[in-house]
């Protein structure tokens, strides 16, 4: 299995920008689909947006789609989710996660998963 570790979490305000980052130790790196997920405060955990294992396909769902990005580095074995114009909604404990191929925007196909970085924006 993976290991992750996600950084990059912070305050900002609304309309601002903020860049997260997962490295992971362990496994192959460029066999999984990466995946970026949020849970906010009472509220199930959700997708946010996901990248093939060769990098050629990216999902977002529909309340990011726009507005994030993400990319991964397969040599650094890391991958990024920009995050731009950010809303108060988008506030909660982001996620990064890895799965097999086609893994997607399913969450239970995701086996290994980061502890999690906050992620604020206030209003």
């Known amino acids: 299995q993976v290991q992750l570790v996600e950084s990059g979490g912070g305050l900002v305000q609304a309309g601002g920008s903020l860049s997260l980052s997962c490295i992971a130790s362990?496994?192959?790196?460029?066999?999984?689909?990466m995946g970026w997920f949020r849970q906010a405060p009472g509220k199930e955990r959700e997708f946010a947006a996901a990248?093939?294992?060769?990098?050629?396909?990216?999902y977002y769902a529909a309340s990011v789609k726009g507005r994030f990005t993400i990319s991964r580095d397969n040599a650094k074995r890391t991958v990024y989710l920009q995050m731009n114009k950010m809303k108060p909604e988008d506030t909660a404990v982001y996620y990064c996660?890895?799965?097999?191929?086609?893994?997607?925007?399913?969450?239970?196909?995701?086996?290994?998963w980061g502890q999690g970085t906050q992620v604020t924006v206030s209003s």
């Open positions: 362990g496994g192959t790196f460029n066999r999984y689909d």
């Open positions: 990248v093939s294992w060769v990098g050629d396909n990216r």
């Open positions: 996660a890895a799965g097999p191929p086609y893994s997607g925007h399913g969450a239970e196909r995701y086996d290994s």
